[in-house]
């Protein structure tokens, strides 16, 4: 009996573990985490300052200090070492990323065994389009979608810039790059290049306010172009980041071609993405979520090799990032490079 009762209580809580991510999101939408970051306060005071039920934002404050988000002293609520990372004006936040999981993307997922009966997005069916294209037209959203993107990018792309140092990059386009962090990130180490965005126009519009008036404007290109249309020219360093895995294999041919026709004879593309070993794929998950959006999926080593090979493309090495990502050097030239600590070569 105990195994039976031990077994019906991780099944119970599997089926019920959304109702953490949604208090959360409750939580965050409120600000709760914003208004307790200037100081502790008591669940009446913050009651009265969001005008909001008392009774039920205490059941959502003890909910946090369940999930370890909030502590709390007597009657006051104070914020936890994680808690911080919900704060919008943390140095390090997932406030919009803890929002954008429970919109649209949740009702993708709950539409999940449609995508499972016919290897189509949900997303296309609910919303009559797809998703990029919806995200276009719905400003907040597409906001909402951008800068969430770009919480999770300023962490997980810190320790690119230094797999592209060797290349020694002047000309840098960066290919779906969202608002421009990581290609941000990169000039700021690599002084002497300039940087090209290429994303879709309502995606440039917040690109250019972002990052108007700031050091790196002048040395900042934002072109606004198709990428399975653009001809944008020649550029010595391609770098597509999270971009192909929103995208089946043939679409993915076409826009490699496409990165490769822009390079450089000598130039780099740097592709970063999952690149695990072996041919099942270790994020079955985050495969799911991408299968009910846009129709994609992660890849492995092998699904890399097998798809460079099919344009005429090496691939040098793949670095492994800490956030689990790797950065793949490819390049139409057929060199060699040698393998540093981090660093996978391929034969």
Known sequence: ????????????????????????????????????????????GLAKRLSVDGAILQHLMLSM????LLTRD???????????????????????????WWEEHLDAWRNLEFTVKTG???????????????????PSSLELYQNAMTEYASVDYADVPEHLK????????????GLGILLVLILNELPQATGTLMERPPVLKLAKKRWKGSPIEK???????????????????????????????????????KAKSWLTPKGHLFIIERANGGRETKTPLLDLDLAVTVGGRERSLVDWKTILEQIGMNILAIHQLKSGMAVIDCTSKCLRISASTKTIKLN
């Open 1 to 44: 009996m105990r195994q039976v009762r031990l077994g019906l209580e991780y099944v119970t809580g599997l089926i019920a573990s959304y109702w953490g991510g949604a208090a959360v999101h409750a939580a965050v939408k409120l600000g709760i985490f914003d208004v307790i970051e200037k100081g502790p306060i008591s669940c009446e």
């Open 65 to 68: 200090v369940e999930l370890r």
């Open 74 to 100: 007597g009657f006051k609520f104070r914020l936890s070492a994680k808690g911080r990372f919900l704060c919008r004006d943390n140095p390090v936040s997932y406030n919009d990323s803890s929002i954008m």
């Open 120 to 138: 189509t997005p949900t997303f296309n069916r609910l919303f009559g389009m797809p998703f990029f294209d919806w995200l276009d037209k719905n």
């Open 166 to 177: 060797k290349s020694s990059p002047r000309t840098i386009l960066d290919i779906g790059g």
């Open 219 to 257: 040395r900042l290109v934002l072109l606004s172009e198709d990428m399975f249309k653009a001809s944008p020219g020649k550029f010595d360093t391609i770098i597509m980041a999270r971009v192909l895995h929103d995208w089946n294999d043939n679409r993915t041919l076409q826009l490699l071609s």
